[in-house]
């Protein structure tokens, strides 16, 4: 079992930045990939970004390409994301999420190829 806990949203201007953790614990050595989605109200899960755990590509959403960057903290068994740029249409629910298997294509970016889910943090971008 893995366990992921997010915290760092809240309510920011647009043009602010904020700053998502997502710590792990558990069974964390057996992560492959870590990634963020976001939920806004009435709408599906999106993907936002993924980083491998142990290798360190990255793969974004167009939408948040140049604004937002995933990193990771290993020693910490914690993946951030960085926001910067906030725009309205930014305002959602984010989730972290955690693959345990490996994968022979890169990106995983749909929510069923993911094991393990945190329980989400509002971000709130004004206009």
């Known amino acids: 079992q893995v366990q992921l806990v997010e915290s760092g949203g809240g309510l920011v201007q647009a043009g602010g930045s904020l700053r998502l953790s997502c710590t792990t614990s558990?069974?964390?050595?057996?992560?492959?990939?870590m990634a963020w989605f976001r939920q806004a109200p009435g709408k599906g899960r999106e993907f936002v970004a993924v980083?491998?755990?142990?290798?360190?590509?990255?793969y974004y959403a167009e939408s948040v390409k140049g604004r937002f960057t995933i990193f990771r903290d290993a020693a910490k068994n914690t993946v951030y994301l960085e926001m910067n740029s906030l725009k309205s249409e930014d305002t959602a629910v984010y989730y972290c999420?955690?693959?345990?298997?490996?994968?022979?294509?890169?990106?995983?970016?749909?929510?069923?190829?993911?094991?393990?889910w945190g329980q989400g943090t509002q971000v709130t971008v004004s206009s």
């Open positions: 999420a955690a693959r345990t298997g490996v994968l022979t294509e890169w990106p995983p970016k749909i929510p069923r190829q993911y094991d393990y």
């Open positions: 558990g069974r964390a050595g057996s992560i492959y990939a």
């Open positions: 980083i491998g755990w142990n290798f360190g590509r990255t």
